[in-house]
């Protein structure tokens, strides 16, 4: 905790400093919550041929986000987000996108295992007016994932404005118990930050320092409503948390201090729920919770503001560094019913996780994640044999390399064979947090600088915040779909970083 003083210094060096002019307390803070939280619409398509057939359309708009204020906003069937795509496991699902936007987009279906053609990345963009085609077989166990632009150095941007989703897998081996109504006692929370001018439009890259740290902003928006109220009408309710930010990270916690159980992670439910008192959840992780309600219990879903080191080294980029995530918000208020209808309980234990054995890996790869501030080192080539093709950047420069290298889109940094297993071994040798994330499917933790990871972290998973100086090691299983010629991605999901470089390519191929 900070002292009065402490603080007071702190805002001090934030107003004066010039870097910064972000309020701590963002636009609204003080205000009551009041408004309906808004619940995107459920799609379950409908199923033609033995399929599951999804129509979906990115389109522009105006959107209210700030009350009596409309901003320019882009949306999938709408004007801002989309649906919640409802799937089933084992069902082919197809999805028919049209663009009716004036550029360039795309649409990516985070954490599935699907052929690469089908994973709507930088080599799948959908010129405007037309209709690209995806379909895969759903193999993902029951959980919470999402859709978003992955559009070549436009990602951040794009998703910015809103076109990202939420999608929900099915799965018949989930506990009937768990509260699992939409929209009642099963609530979708897709968290954004964003940043507005005087008449409520977004503001987007604006400042200096949204390029290095990533786009971060001082109001935050729940299912793109701002200031959201949700009122419990059950004793239990699960909320299924996506953190959609371009760059924050968020430290859920409920401002009265009571715990909550987390019973699912990025790929599905965690083999049992662990209870927390505050979850840290990065961009493009997700987590299920369960929160318990006395009636007429009021309480308020906050983002604790990290503590601030009490020193750091000199330098503009270092104070910058120094106070990221340090704010605290209020994102939800909580205002329960003062009747609660008993709805489902928590099996003490949710599904049985295979966990893959270190011992059935093959090959480790190494990735060093960096940013091109300051001196840059020049010892890394990375693997492969093609050329450098980053440049550094200088203080600010705005560049990010993992092994020393820039995404390019014709050019494969990783060949992995089929029916392998790996480690890959992420260090981040950059001052702030980077998550890190990988296409085609999901992997599991196996250490972070050599320690266990924590309970709430022991699923399936497809990002995993990868701290500065951290080393992380995952493994991951890669099957089916070979493919010589068009890869997966995998890269820091702060888009911001994504579309400036910090992204990488790997095909995986029969030898
Ligand atoms: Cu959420 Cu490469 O994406
Ligand atoms: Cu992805
Ligand atoms: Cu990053």
Redesign the pocket.
Known sequence: MLSRRQTLRYLGIAAGGMLFNVPLIGRGQQSTFETALNIPDMASGSVVEEARQFDLTLQSGRTELLPGQFASTYGINGSYLGPTLRLNRYELSRFSVTNNLAEDSSL?W??FHLPPTE?G?PHQPIAPGTTWNARFQVVQYGGTY?Y?S?VMHK?GEQVYKGLAGMIIVDDEEHPQDLPSTYGVDDIPLILQDRRFDDEGELRYLNRYQDIVMGMMGDTILVNGTFQPQFRPSTRLVRFRILNAANARTFNLALNDGRPFQQIAGDGGLLSSPVTMNSLQLAP?ERAEIVVAFNPGDSTELVSLGRDIPASAPPGAMNEMLRIINSERFRLLSLNAESRLADSGTVPDSLVAIYRIPEAAATNTRRFNLMMGSGMRSGEDRGPGDGPRNGTGGGSGGGNYFINGRQMAIDYINERVTLNTTEIWELRNRSPMMHPF?I?NGQFQLLDRNGTPPPDNEMGWK??VRVDSGEVVRLIMRFTDYTDENNPY???C?ILEH?DRGM?GQFVLVNS
């Open positions: 990516h985070h954490g994973d990345g999402w978003h992955h990602s493009a994330h296409h497809d990002t991605m995998y890269h999901h994504e992204m």
